[in-house]
């Protein structure tokens, strides 16, 4: 029997990882220390490439359903205009106003209904790797055990317990912002311009509004330069009340405080993603201010990168090196978001007199390409890995189609599996299932679907991998060997 793939943290990206690995057959035990989610997650919405994952596989519509539309994009608080790219990269308008609590309660619905084991309440605190295996020693309200797995990633947020255990150095930037987090309620009639929204202030911080619920606010304070408070203690309601005023220059008509607490935020991109059976995947891998939704769909796209690379290990049919491409390719993805995250921190910041690059950031923007650009970035959409001609990772892409997603193929990623979309002349200029290239593919079809390219103009053929990235175009060298470089060995 095969050991499982042990999953620490419940959150989002564990969670969605889990979904992953479930939806491949593999078997997969979630562990998490807290006895149940946390409901005051404070994250108040999803970018769109938190939604394009979704949709991917079919899990959008139940977020959609407890949410409102944001399609808007800033940077830096700078607001941008992604209505202008629609027409060509319609998915960047479809972030979600919607609290990550029903993210994560979606995520677990979805991962119990394919099977996966989600166990809350233990506790990792020791870590011994062997050539086959990783225990694991728990501790729980019924005392101490022990979990053998294949492999065991990290999704235990920032702080991962799992990352230090594993000996995997997380080298920082040196950024480090602290604010308030807290639910007031509220008249919503009575609140000024900058009690709703997301503003940055002369003050010197960051403050955001959003509803939470039937007249709750979700209140969440960023003061730059500050000395981080200790995280610990309650946090009293005319604290709360004095950072909103010393933000927003106006008092906050909270009737009442349903709960605060404060939040310590760090920049960091941990040296190496995968220690022999332990990899790390969301905060526990990088770590940034979560401004605009960046942070969450980086981690999201950690996990569905990951999931399928394991569990086709599992399955026996990965090829040499494919887990090795988790980290070639999601190590500079962290990096990048980590370094945009800075960046947006740095033209708020006081200490770094930043007016005069705010501005300029500003004009840049006006332009067309630099509006696309930088929508592209933060809304998470734009991901794309280094493939080659052969479809082997790691090297520059030749083709712009390679690395990237094709859009409007995320119903036909529902299964989970590799697809072959089939241009309007397949190989020998024969269109369809006779065609040469879907004579190649019939080898992997445990593996790789075949289905009619998405445009009735499409000329070229494409290899999708369970992901959703090309691994192959035609014109772009062979496709028996990129199957083989992502798909192993045809049984």
Known sequence: MTDPVIVVGAGPTGLMLACE????????VVLDRRDAPDPHAPGQAVNAGVVALLEQRGLADALRASGLPLPGAHFSLLWLRPEEITADRPEVGTGLLVAQPRLTEVLEQRARELGVDVRRGHEVTELRQSPGHVTLKLRTSAGDSTLRGSYVVAADGAGSTVRRLAGIDFPGSGWTVSGIVGDVTVDFSELAVHHLGAHYLPAGG????????????RVITTVFGATPPAPSGPVAAEELQGEVEHLTGQPLPAREVLWARRFTSHSGNAERYRSGRVFLAGDAAHSFYPLGGLRLSTCLQDAVNLGWKLAADL??????????????????EGERARLALDAQLALMH????????????????????????????VTGVDPRYRVGTDG?????????????RVPGAAPLLHGGGGLLLLGAADGDGER?????????????????GVAPALAADATRSVLLRPDGHVAWAEGSGSLETALKNWFGTPR
């Open 392 to 404: 082997a990772s790691g090297s520059v892409v030749p083709d712009p189609a390679l690395g990237g």
């Open 350 to 377: 006081p200490a770094a007199r930043t007016a005069g690059a705010r501005s300029l950031v500003a004009d840049l923007a006006r332009f067309e390409d630099v509006n696309r650009y930088l929508v592209e970035l």
């Open 315 to 332: 399955a026996g049919w990965a090829p040499p090196g494919l887990l090795d491409t988790y980290h070639a390719e999601r190590h500079p």
């Open 206 to 217: 960051v403050y955001s509004g959003a509803p939470a619920g039937p007249g709750v606010l």
């Open 21 to 28: 690995l479930g939806l491949a057959g593999a078997p997969v």
């Open 432 to 448: 369809g299932e006779g065609g040469a290239h879907a004579r190649t593919a019939a080898a992997w079809a445990d593996r790789v």
